[in-house]
């Protein structure tokens, strides 16, 4: 327990060091989490979509020839995929932040690590502890930033369907831009062409623009993302602190060894 | 545990290194220039580290800054704990000083020297080599202060190497001190 111990004292003692740590994480947590949620909100709406489209197209099968359909089929999809890029870009320059961080403070701290080969600290044990102290900078991060998203979730959640509703809209051709605005017209009267003989749940709105969000949600509905931003940024963050510290400290004593 | 580094060699090393410098024995090795002693410390522990015994070789240097600032003096003597659990209980129950409860910034060079020699005891070191000029100490210091250091080679059984410029220590002491420095043959033929 006294490596723990050492853990939380370094970490009071380097608070500058855990202060920014702490900021990078927060910006990449409530990035990540943001990004999953409006992920999981446009593949709510595009599976709506898809299961409409398919109740309409049931019998006449001519849906597809509707160049309106396949367009916001592909809008949805691929806000779907644009999501899921943005993801791995924060997960990866998050990766690079933490590494430069990480650099920073292995030379900044080379006198420290020099005293702990000097008491027959191994490598492994250093690189260890240092990794140790990123890593509970990082869940101690997580877990304030589900308490105070948990204190503001209803705020949070709603701007969240809002950046996806905003998103959508701005991702939307001039033509269903027009059919998004006005309710009657040529071209709804066209499109509802697709409605003739058919009983359904839905209108021509519906089907084109609901974003499938009936009730407010609570944060407790996406804590599978909460899980996977913990365990892949615990395990990020650990992999590159314990790795950098260990060429870093393998580099230091061979250096003490050169006569 | 396993190690894929032949044994032998190891029992062969350590066989010529206690031929010269016996277990639970103290030495002085007459060193006046402090780049010297640097460069004998640097090479005894290449010589431990290419026979894969550096584990059981401790360190004490000369510098100020040997101790973290964010642990208290305790805390630094028991930075590594791989020693066995008979020595440490040795320790905690025979060394009892005033300066444990101390900030680590606050230490004068003695108590400096003595948190590292203890830390390299707990450590489970058994070969230790000190940096020190030991200018500092008065005789009666002295005095004191080996009677102390035999008290602890013989009851936890570490062989202490002073690396040290003082003549007078080495004059009191001639039986345990060496002029000439043994395991230097090839860092003195590459200097020369």
């Known amino acids: 327990m006294r490596v723990i111990q050492r853990v939380f004292a370094s970490l009071r003692y380097h608070w500058r060091y855990s202060l920014l740590f702490g900021v990078l994480a927060t910006i990449f947590l409530v990035g990540g989490l943001s990004t999953l949620i409006v992920q999981a909100l446009q593949n709510q709406a595009l599976g ?74 191994n490598t492994a044990d250093i690189s260890f502890q240092f990794a140790l102290e990123n890593l509970f900078l990082f869940v101690i991060t997580s877990f304030v930033v589900v308490i105070v998203l948990l204190c503001v979730q209803t705020l949070y959640l709603n701007g969240m369907v809002q950046l996806n509703q905003y998103w959508f809209t701005q991702s939307l051709p001039a033509n269903l831009k027009t059919l998004l605005q006005s ?31 009936r009730s407010s949600s609570s944060l407790a509905d996406y804590d599978r993302f909460l899980w996977v931003l913990l365990w892949q940024g615990s395990a990020l963050v650990f992999l590159v602190s314990y790795l950098s510290a260990s060429i870093y400290n393998w580099g230091i004593g061979r250096k003490a060894l050169r006569t | 545990m396993f ?30 220039q402090v780049v010297r002693r640097q ?43 791989s020693g066995s659990a008979k020595k440490k209980q040795q320790w905690q129950q025979g060394s009892k000083h005033d300066f444990f409860a101390k900030d680590a910034s606050e230490l004068t060079s003695s108590e400096r020297f003595y948190v590292q020699l203890y830390r390299n005891v707990f450590a489970g070191k058994d070969i230790i080599l000190i940096d020190a000029t030991l200018d500092d100490y008065l005789p009666a210091e002295m005095r004191a202060a ?19 410029a003082n003549q007078e220590l080495l004059n009191s002491e001639h039986e345990q001190s060496l002029h000439t420095i043994p395991f230097t043959n090839e860092l003195d033929s590459k200097k020369g």
């Open chain 1, 48 to 121: 709506l979509f898809e299961q409409r489209i398919a109740i309409i197209d049931q019998r006449s099968n001519n849906a597809t020839r509707w160049s309106i359909l396949r367009q916001l089929l592909h809008i949805r999809q691929a806000i779907v995929s644009d999501t899921g890029n943005i993801y791995n870009y924060l997960f990866w320059g998050f990766a690079l932040l933490i590494l430069l961080l990480s650099i920073i403070s292995l030379i900044q701290r080379k006198h420290e690590f020099s005293i702990y080969q000097l008491a027959g600290k």
């Open chain 2, 39 to 81: 460069q004998v410390i640097k090479h005894y522990h290449k010589l431990f580290m290419q026979h894969h015994l550096n584990k059981r070789l401790g360190i004490v240097s000369a510098k100020n800054d040997v101790l973290l600032p964010y642990l208290s003096v305790r805390e630094n003597i028991m930075l590594n704990r």
């Open chain 2, 3 to 32: 190690s894929f580094y032949p044994t032998k060699n190891q029992t062969n090393f350590l066989a010529k290194w206690q031929a010269v410098f016996a277990p639970a024995k103290l030495y002085f090795l007459y060193l006046p």
């Open chain 1, 183 to 213: 309710n009657s017209g040529q071209a709804w009267r066209e499109f509802n062409q697709l409605f003739q003989h058919q009983f359904t749940t839905f209108n021509g709105h519906l089907l084109l623009f609901d974003q499938g969000i």
């Open chain 2, 146 to 164: 080996l009677i102390k250091l035999n008290q602890l080679v013989e009851t936890s059984h570490i062989t202490l190497i002073f690396l040290t």
